[in-house]
């Protein structure tokens, strides 16, 4: 055989190799044909053109194995089983910037589906060698590699911890100041993923000087870099009262507000997350947020979104107005609980509805002209519906029942209580009673109205036990009329008086 026909044969091999892997990679990319690349046993068969003498085989035999590791735990385990993880971090030291990028997403995306898969390249040295592609000059590469780190952080503290021990944090914030857009985003997504776990956490994030790279980015232009802005200050703001008041000091109001009416919802909501997590810790911060019209503008926001989004917005006028009576009543005066009574009515998601009655319990729990607020919003008997419907999920009905109690307990606007007395059970019942209890001998133009609406009448019908707090307040409430008309309103009182009829005799 002559030397320009092994040359030919070697150079048929390799277009052999070189189709084999690019046609892998591309069918990777359809679900559909998964199943039938792991039957075939695919992985085995790209394992070691990872070591494969030219450059593109390896670079695409590394990107067909990211995509079926990237499909499902089963063959991202199959990657870890076969011992393709330690060559993959070999070479990220090793080769070119294509390689790297191709082999940093193999330990993505087995990283992604579990802690278990994550720890497994955190034990084949995939740390370190991820740390040491973010300070390579192609950004493509840090890009990559940060991914990868987020992915490895966010399933939980300790391999949180692993990824910061590594070195990684002062490299992303690093890459956050980076000219592009791309590995901005992926940056502040791993530093998300790295605060969300504890104080401590997020304190290392605080501590190589994230808070304010990234609150210059806040008005950036593009909506995916502030959704992970947005998102990893929040991260850093929901552990302590301290973190909070550090992401506030970097003057985030009341710029962040402008972002409520960006056109990307998961800006908004972002937003809105951050909004709430600054507000639950403090009056103080609360307070903050209201002066610079921040609780208005969630407001706002609320009256044009509709579903999960909303939930932050609700969650957060709870927590403001739960600080104090005047927070609450500066929900109350920026029109919150009519926009909450309109979430309340149309969301259909038992959880959205959850936080929305725990809101109004929070603004009504004060006094009686915070409880009167909710309760001139008719908000009481779908409280009392929500409760008592079986199809209400148990925190939902909890919660219902709760702060129900808690506004009943500071109404004294009776005609709002009214339509209670025929619906409610004993045990929400009895606090709707005692606040009828409490009014009605220091009003004599509500007694009269109480006459004539039925509701005397109707509190005659109640059945309670003898010597029960329930019956005490039927006591004090009969106490206020004259005898003769209670009896007139007292069941069977009309028998009574046709059987006078009947004995009766006539002069």
């Not at 579990?114 to 300070?135: F, H, K, R, Y």
């Not at 992915?151 to 949180?160: D, E, K, Q, V």
């Not at 100041?177 to 998300?192: G, H, M, T």
């Not at 006591?475 to 008309?485: A, D």
Request: hydrophobic share 45%.
């Amino acid at each position: 055989m002559s030397q320009r026909q092994v040359l030919q044969v070697f150079e048929q091999y390799q277009k052999a190799r070189t189709q084999f892997v690019q046609t892998v990679a591309e069918l990777a990319t359809r679900p559909q044909n998964i199943e039938t690349l792991q039957n075939a046993g695919v992985m085995s068969l790209l394992r070691p053109l990872l070591l494969d003498i030219v450059p593109t085989i390896q670079q695409t035999s590394a990107l067909a194995l990211g995509r079926l590791a990237n499909y499902n735990d089963d063959l991202a385990e199959a990657v870890v089983k076969g011992d393709i993880l330690p060559q993959l971090v070999y070479s990220l030291a090793e080769q070119n910037r294509f390689y790297k990028k191709a082999a940093a997403f193999v330990l993505r995306a087995v990283a992604k589906h579990s802690p278990t898969l994550a720890q497994a390249v955190v034990d084949c040295g995939g740390l370190d060698a991820l740390v040491i592609s973010l300070e390579e000059f192609d950004p493509g590469v840090k890009e990559a590699a940060a991914w990868a780190l987020g992915y490895i952080a966010r399933h939980n503290g300790h391999l949180s911890q692993a990824v910061v021990d590594a070195g990684a944090v002062p490299l992303l914030v690093l890459c956050i100041q980076e000219p592009e857009v791309a590995l901005k985003r992926i940056a502040a997504s791993a530093l998300s993923d790295i605060a969300k776990h504890s104080p401590e956490l997020a304190q290392t994030v605080v501590d190589a000087g994230a808070i304010a790279h990234l609150s210059q980015m806040i008005l950036n232009p593009d909506a995916k870099l502030k959704r992970q802005v947005f998102s990893a200050l929040s991260q850093i703001s929901k552990h302590s009262v301290d973190l909070a008041e550090m992401v506030v000091e970097a003057e985030i109001f009341p710029s962040i507000l402008v972002c409520l009416r960006d056109p990307d919802e998961y800006v908004r909501k972002n937003v809105t997350t951050l909004m709430r997590e600054i507000t639950k810790h403090t009056p103080e911060l609360s307070q903050l947020v209201v002066n610079t019209g921040g609780v208005a503008a969630v407001i706002d926001y609320l009256g044009e979104c509709q579903g999960g989004v909303r939930l932050p917005g609700i969650m957060m006028l709870g927590y403001v107005a739960a600080h104090s009576e005047n927070l609450a009543m500066a929900v109350i005066v920026s029109k919150g609980v009519p926009q909450l009574a309109i979430c309340l009515s149309e969301e259909s998601e038992d959880h959205i509805k959850a936080a929305t009655v725990w809101a109004f319990g929070q603004i009504g729990r004060h006094t009686p002209e915070h409880a009167r607020a909710v309760a001139a919003a008719h908000v009481l008997p779908k409280l009392l519906a929500l409760y008592m419907d079986p199809d209400s999920s148990e925190d939902l009905q909890i919660k219902a029942k709760k702060a129900l109690k808690s506004i009943l307990q500071k109404c004294t606007h009776l005609p709002a209580l009214e339509p209670l007395l025929y619906e409610a059970p004993s045990n929400i019942l009895k606090h709707v009673v005692y606040q009828f209890s409490k009014v009605l001998p220091h009003d004599s133009k509500a007694r009269r109205l109480f006459v004539t609406s039925g509701g005397l009448k109707k509190v005659q019908e109640i059945k309670a036990d003898v010597g029960s707090a329930l019956q005490e307040y039927i006591n004090s409430i009969n106490n206020c009329y004259p005898e003769e008309i209670v009896r007139y309103y007292s069941p069977g009182y009309s028998e009574t008086l046709l059987e006078r009829i009947d004995k009766y005799q006539p002069v």
